[in-house]
């Protein structure tokens, strides 16, 4: 029987500058350089295009490429729609309907790459064909016939991607900001927001605007009535995760023994023989954890592993050898946020590449779609427990996506979540929060309790066709970072402690400016960030305003703080175990008293929900003409006037 074609999946990092000026053969080297820091990306392969217009202006397409689905030649970048390369393209993701596409609109094309439809489709559509990609991406295309450049990026963001001008009017993309912050031809540089395509035509002013625009996030007003469909949901969960199974490499589980990674894992295992084009059908899922010894995620995972049958990797660390990995996980997350989460991570994906697998299965999301952060017990009515889950949502991409993709890719690991699928974040924003809402104290019919994301544990409980351990279905929420071991959290506080003298932490506000640092945690991390991206470069402005600000409370938004009194005279800790009387080791752990709360704002968050940009300053280090200036807004950027743009 003849082997039924495969697309070529395509992971890694991109970087692209277009309409450069200057000497075209120290531009390449100086492009070529700045990429490099992007290899971690894209280990298994590299591929450069160079362009020069009539003008002499240069474009540098470059692809760093890591392997998931029939790798080979047939799988490089940059990408063309045919010999003439009029349309030249690079793209980071998957588009899982691509099939469907290709049969759709008749693209006919030798290279089967799930990719190679976006040049098509941008050729016979123009830019309007973003809505109807399936998958996670970022790209930048190049129409050379009509001098028009087009990007855009996923729904959520699961695809990390930057833009910069040039000072001499080029245009620069990017996987990572680490290719940007020291350019010293680079005039400002931001985040890609998550939903939207950017379009530039010839020396026209360019436009962005929102493709990912379902009402939940246009409508900030809106809250969903339809009541939560148990079977529906189980479904789409189900669907989303078997699409996901699709490669041709070795790859695993993220388990960590909670609610969503168990989840994944499950239904990783009973989909497997099902799904197509998976790597070894026949064979056990891997599944991997880590923690330091005797952690709560070590146990809980590894007794769902044993029911589902899968092979187990328990990997532990010390404390020690976290505290040693902080400087590489803030250059490689690029913030200084998050850090707790995923400093394990990244030490569970060294493990992971060792091993020879290239993707991973992660359960990110369910958090935030259905309210299932500890602090969600305390959401005072239904309309604000929707408001937060939606804050929570559209936030994602500076938070636990940006987390999940960089540490993994750290070491040229892809993750995929399912969780946060397009069709399964639709259907979880468009039901009533009245199903999401959390009261321990009231039952329902089985006698189950209303626990944190009751309605994706009711979902899943199958009597008779069981998909976890009852104790682990209806497990209470642990955050990853207290999950893998309280000594771990604890033992970072203490290091801070160690490393941030007394007098420093007093002067913080002289040292940080911007949204002082209210533990000493913070002020170690956003020295770690500030030594990174800050300081002495020109637009260390830039590397703040991508960063999100603002007091937390178990990971909370800071809107949320408000929710409880105390809460808002605290310093804020990200720990679940700071919601009291709620977790269950809750009255074991302190969070002190804001001494600065009259000074420093929770409203100010560093995400620009309302269209306000952060004004930050990088003054250590820079002229202080440079330091005077306010942040510039991507320059020659505007909003389609057809369109309702919101910036994140």
């Not at 960590?256 to 990783?268: C, E, F, K, P, V």
């Not at 040229?412 to 468009?430: C, H, K, Y």
């Amino acid at each position: 029987m003849p082997r039924v074609e495969r697309a070529r999946t395509i992971m890694c990092g991109i970087f692209s500058v277009l309409r450069l000026t200057g000497d075209a053969r120290k531009n390449r080297q100086r492009v070529y350089q700045l990429a490099k820091r992007l290899r971690h990306r894209g280990p298994d392969s590299y591929g450069m295009e160079v362009r020069l217009d009539d003008a002499g202006r240069q474009t540098f397409m470059v692809h760093k490429r890591l392997s998931i689905v029939a790798p080979g030649k047939s799988g490089d970048q940059p990408l063309f729609t045919d010999a003439t390369k009029r349309t030249a393209f690079i793209a980071n993701g998957e588009i899982y309907n691509h099939a469907e596409l290709r049969e759709k609109y008749g693209i006919v094309s030798e290279n089967k790459s799930d990719c190679q439809v976006i040049g098509h489709l941008y050729e016979q559509h123009g830019p309007s064909f973003v809505s109807e990609l399936d998958g996670m991406f970022a790209f930048v295309i190049e129409d050379r016939e009509n001098d028009v450049i087009v990007a855009a990026r996923d729904h959520m963001g699961k695809i990390p991607m930057y833009m910069a001008n040039g000072k001499d009017g080029s245009v620069w993309f990017s996987s990572e900001m680490k290719t940007l912050h020291d350019d010293p031809g680079v005039a400002n540089y931001e985040i890609f927001p998550p939903g939207h395509v950017y379009v530039k035509k010839g020396d026209a002013p360019a436009t962005i605007e929102r493709w990912y625009n379902p009402q939940w996030i246009t409508d900030e007003n809106y809250v969903p009535t339809k009541e939560a469909n148990l079977e529906e949901l189980r479904e789409c969960v189900v669907d989303a995760v078997t699409k996901r199974l699709m490669a041709d490499v070795p790859y695993a589980v993220l388990l960590s023994g909670g609610l969503d990674s168990s989840l994944i894992t499950s239904i990783a295992v009973r989909q497997r023989k099902l799904a197509k084009n998976t790597y070894g059908a026949d064979e056990p899922v891997h599944s991997f954890s880590i923690g330091i010894k005797g952690a709560p995620d070590l146990v809980a995972a590894r007794k769902v592993a044993e029911q589902l049958g899968t092979i187990h990797h328990e990997v532990h660390f010390t404390p020690e050898e976290a505290l040693d990995a902080l400087p590489d996980v803030i250059w490689h997350l690029e913030t200084f946020e998050q850090v707790r989460a995923s400093v394990p991570m990244y030490l569970l994906s060294r493990h992971i590449k060792s091993l020879g697998f290239k993707m991973v299965l992660s359960g990110e999301g369910a958090d935030e779609l259905f309210g299932g952060y500890l602090y969600f017990h305390k959401a005072p009515n239904p309309a604000e427990f929707h408001a937060e889950c939606r804050r929570k949502t559209m936030r994602l991409h500076q938070w636990d996506v940006l987390r999940a993709n960089k540490s993994t890719m750290s070491w040229g690991i892809e993750v995929r979540t399912p969780l946060l699928s397009q069709q399964v974040i639709d259907l979880a924003m468009n039901m009533r929060p009245e199903d999401k809402m959390i009261d321990v104290n009231k039952k329902d019919a089985d006698g189950r309790p209303y626990l944190e994301k009751y309605i994706l544990r009711k979902a899943f409980d199958t009597p008779g066709d069981s998909y976890l351990p009852q104790e682990v279905l209806w497990r209470q929420k642990e955050q990853f970072s207290d999950g893998v071991g309280y000594d771990w959290v604890d033992g970072l506080a203490a290091h801070a402690e160690l490393e941030v003298s007394d007098e420093d932490f007093a002067r913080r506000a002289q040292r940080f400016p911007l949204h002082p640092p209210t533990t000493k945690e913070y002020y170690l991390l956003r020295s770690i960030f500030e030594e990174h991206f800050v300081t002495g470069f020109e637009n260390g402005d830039c590397a703040y305003a991508t960063c999100p600000f603002g007091k937390s409370i178990a990971c909370s938004t800071p809107e949320a703080v408000c929710w409880d009194p105390e809460w808002e005279k605290s310093v804020g800790d990200i720990s679940g175990r700071a919601v009291k009387n709620v977790h269950v080791a809750a009255d074991k752990f302190d969070v002190k008293k804001d001494g600065t709360a009259a000074t420093i704002s929770a409203t100010m968050t560093g995400v620009r929900e309302r269209g306000v940009r952060v004004k930050a300053r990088a003054v250590r280090g820079v002229p202080q003409q440079q330091a005077r200036r306010g942040h510039v807004r991507f320059s020659g950027l505007r909003a389609s006037p057809a369109s309702k743009v919101l910036l994140l």
